[in-house]
C-alpha cells in the first residue's frame, strides 16, 4: 500500500501541492499562480492537474487540504472565498475523496498554518498556542493541548476582527478599530497615503505596506507613527487574546512581520504591558513561511 501523502493549498492567488512519503522532506512540490479571473470550478481542475503531475501515477494515501476561506471542517466543506467565486457551500472533501479514492481532510489555512508550525516549525516543544499571520488581512489559528481549536462553528481564531479601539477607524467587517484596520499591510498603507495627502508631500510610486516599512526605516515620521500604531494594535489585541486562554507561545507569520525592529519592539513592549503580571507568553516569527499550510495539510492528517 502506497505511504504518499499528498498536500494540497489552496491560496488566494496561488494553487501548491506537495507530496511527501515520510513527512519530513517532499518528493515533489510546486507552486502556481492561478489564472485571472478564475472561478472555483478551474482553481479545482487546476490543482487536479498539478497533483496528478506530482503524483506521477501513484495514489496517495491520505489527502490534507489547506483552503483560504472558511471551512467546516466536520463536513468537508467549504463556506466560501473572499477572492475566488462559485467556492459557496461546495463539497471539497467529497470531491478529493471521489478523486483520489482515499481519506481526505479539508481545513482552513490558518487553522492548518497554525497545526503546521505546532509540528514543523516555530511552535515545536508546547502544547498550547496562537499562530496569527499579518499580511493583506489578519487572521489566526489556535493550537490547544496539542490540537487545533476550532470553536463552535469554526470561526474561533478570529483575532483581526477583535476590537482594540472603539473609536478608531471603520474596518471592511463594519466595526471600528480592529486589529486589522490598523495592522494588515494594506491598511497601513493606505493611511501612510492618506496622510502624505494631507501634508500634500509629493509621492509618485503607490504606497504598499512594505513600503511603509522601509519608509519608517528610513526615518519617515508619519510612516513611522503609522507602523508602530499597527504594532501597537496588534500587541493589544495578541495581549488581551493571552490574557484569555494563555498560550506558550504566539507565531507570527505574513509579510508585516519582516517590518523590521521598530515594529517587533513595539509589539513586544505592548503584549507585555497588556498582559497581567501573573501571565507570561514568548513571541516567535513563523519558521515554514510559504510551506507552512502544506506542512500544516501533512500534519492534519497525522494528527487524527
Ligand atoms: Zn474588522
New binding site residues.
Given amino acids: 500500500m502506497s505511504s504518499l501523502i499528498l498536500a494540497l493549498d489552496f491560496g488566494g492567488t496561488k494553487l501548491s501541492a506537495a507530496v511527501t512519503a515520510d513527512s519530513q522532506t517532499w518528493l515533489a512540490h510546486e507552486r502556481h499562480f492561478s489564472q485571472p479571473g478564475a472561478t472555483a470550478v478551474d482553481d479545482f481542475r487546476q490543482m487536479l492537474t498539478l497533483a496528478h503531475k506530482l503524483l506521477n501515477g501513484r495514489s496517495p494515501q491520505a489527502v490534507g487540504v489547506s483552503f483560504g476561506g472558511p471551512v467546516d471542517f466536520e463536513r468537508g466543506l467549504v463556506r466560501l472565498s473572499h477572492h475566488v467565486p462559485g467556492w459557496e457551500n461546495t463539497p471539497l472533501r467529497d470531491w478529493l475523496t471521489a478523486e483520489f479514492n482515499a481519506p481526505v481532510w479539508v481545513d482552513n489555512d490558518a487553522n492548518v498554518a497554525a497545526l503546521g508550525e505546532w509540528r514543523y516549525g516555530a511552535g515545536q516543544g508546547v502544547d498550547d498556542l496562537l499562530y496569527v499571520t499579518v499580511s493583506t488581512g489578519v487572521g489566526g489559528g489556535w493550537v490547544l493541548n496539542g490540537r487545533i481549536w476550532r470553536g463552535h462553528e469554526g470561526m474561533a481564531g478570529e483575532i ?2 477583535t476590537v482594540v479601539a472603539p473609536d478608531g477607524p471603520l ?3 463594519g ?1 471600528r478599530g ?1 486589529v ?2 490598523m495592522a494588515s499591510g494594506p491598511y497601513m498603507a493606505q493611511d501612510l497615503a492618506a496622510a502624505w495627502g494631507e501634508e500634500k508631500r509629493p509621492f509618485t510610486k503607490p504606497v504598499t505596506g512594505k513600503r511603509v516599512a522601509a519608509e519608517a526605516a528610513g526615518g519617515d515620521p508619519t510612516a513611522q507613527r503609522i507602523l508602530l500604531r499597527g504594532a501597537n494594535a496588534l500587541g493589544l489585541g495578541l495581549g488581551n487574546a493571552t490574557n484569555l486562554i494563555n498560550p506558550a507561545r504566539i507565531i507570527l507569520g505574513g509579510g508585516v512581520t519582516k517590518a523590521g525592529d521598530l515594529w517587533w519592539e513595539e509589539l513586544r513592549r505592548t503584549v507585555r504591558a497588556t498582559i497581567l503580571p501573573e501571565v507570561s507568553v514568548s513571541l516567535h516569527p513563523a519558521q515554514l513561511g510559504d510551506d507552512a499550510p502544506l506542512w500544516g495539510a501533512v500534519a492534519l492528517i497525522t494528527a487524527v
Fill in positions: 483581526g476582527h474596518c471592511l467587517c466595526k480592529c486589522e484596520r
